[in-house]
């Protein structure tokens, strides 16, 4: 049993991590750090110690930290518990530069611990699918992929850290490392980056819209997201020598997760007939049937890396390759020209 602490009990952690962390065997939720709050009084933690600070955190015997706390706070709190001989999960983005990334993934290797980010959307039915027919060649060699990460949220939210004018602030460091990590996974690193990073709604501070072109030898993957998209564009739209896949809605797993549901319930990830994705071959369209998934499987994998039984799956390189994205597509948008990957 490997015992987890959490730092940070806002949004993430109490949507994503703790209630995630809880349903995979072999993890004990052990502490949580929340500064403020009424975690403590939460019935569905009466067995969890909420204490107020890392330092406290520390001197309990926890085995890893998951941090899910402000983009600015990541490199400090891991870069504390790495030296204090703690394996080590970050929400992302990684880090706000990718100079604390590598600076993190430097250490992590000194003090040989684990070092992950928490790339929970790799395990989304959609996703899954998608990999499935692009591994089974169902649609030949890909040509043009795109995908969305569309919401409808014109107020501002006042005093929100993601909308204040700060590092690692705005919509594309929030959603971005999600759609570059998919596409990495599907496709590598690109070639080349063309990125158009923006602001849409009155009066933001930060980006709340892009469009990221990753430039491929024969491909085009277009990453696109706003907050002003009342008619959600498709989350995936993949075009191949021997056919197109396009499928809409988003997973299931985040409002189960909201409404108070836990991994593992039936039905945890189904997509409903009227949501399967369409492949469109020659032969015609059929519906392709969403194969469930769940977060959990992230965890699990980190348990077993951290027990040395498998590799792990979101490895800091691929978390470094994901903060050169970030960066090179701002330096992109703001320089109005492609340009080259750079490792």
């Known amino acids: 049993m490997l015992n ?13 991590h ?3 962390i809880r349903a995979v065997e072999g993890l004990r939720l052990t502490t949580i750090v929340q500064r403020s709050g009424g975690g403590a009084s939460d019935p569905h933690y009466a067995d969890v110690d909420f204490v107020p600070s890392v330092d406290e955190l520390l001197t ?12 600015t706070s990541h490199h400090p709190i891991a870069q504390q518990c790495l030296l204090a001989g703690r394996h080590v999960v970050i929400d992302k983005p990684f880090a706000p530069t990718l100079a604390e990334a590598q600076a993190l993934v430097a250490l992590a290797k000194t003090q040989r611990r684990v070092l ?5 959307r790799r395990y989304v039915g959609d996703f899954v699918t998608l990999q499935r ?7 030949g060699r890909i040509v043009a992929y795109e995908s969305h990460f569309d919401r409808f949220r ?5 005093g929100a850290w993601r909308e204040r004018p700060e590092p690692g602030a705005g919509v594309w460091f929030d959603l ?13 690193t690109p070639r080349a980056v063309a990125a158009d990073v923006r602001t849409e709604r009155d009066g933001a501070a930060v980006d709340d819209a892009f469009d990221v072109t990753l430039h491929y030898a024969n491909l085009r993957a277009v990453l696109r997201a706003s907050m002003l998209a009342a008619a959600p564009g498709p989350s995936f739209a993949v075009h191949g020598t021997a056919g197109s896949f396009i499928k809409y809605g988003v997973d299931a797993q985040e409002a189960a997760l909201k409404a108070g549901r836990t991994p593992g319930e039936p039905d945890w ?31 699990e994998n980190v348990r077993d890396a951290v027990r040395g039984t498998a590799p792990l799956a979101v490895t800091p390189e691929q978390a470094l390759d994901v903060m050169r994205g970030l960066e090179l597509a701002v330096a992109s948008s703001q320089q109005r020209r492609v340009l080259p990957w750079t490792s």
């Open 154 to 158: 014109p107020a501002l939210k006042p």
């Open 116 to 120: 992950s980010v928490y790339q929970n």
């Open 176 to 188: 971005g490392p999600h759609l570059l990590d998919q596409a990495f996974v599907l496709f590598g």
């Open 269 to 299: 990830d189904a997509d409903p007939p009227a949501l399967y994705g369409t492949l469109t071959t020659p032969e015609g369209a059929r519906p392709v049937p969403t194969i469930p998934s769940s977060y959990a499987r992230y965890y």
């Open 60 to 71: 309990r015997t926890v085995d890893l930290v998951v941090i899910a706390t402000p983009n």
């Open 18 to 20: 703790a209630p995630v």
């Open 4 to 16: 987890v602490g959490l730092v940070g009990f806002g949004f993430a952690g109490k949507v994503f």
């Open 133 to 139: 027919l692009v591994a089974d060649g169902t649609l």
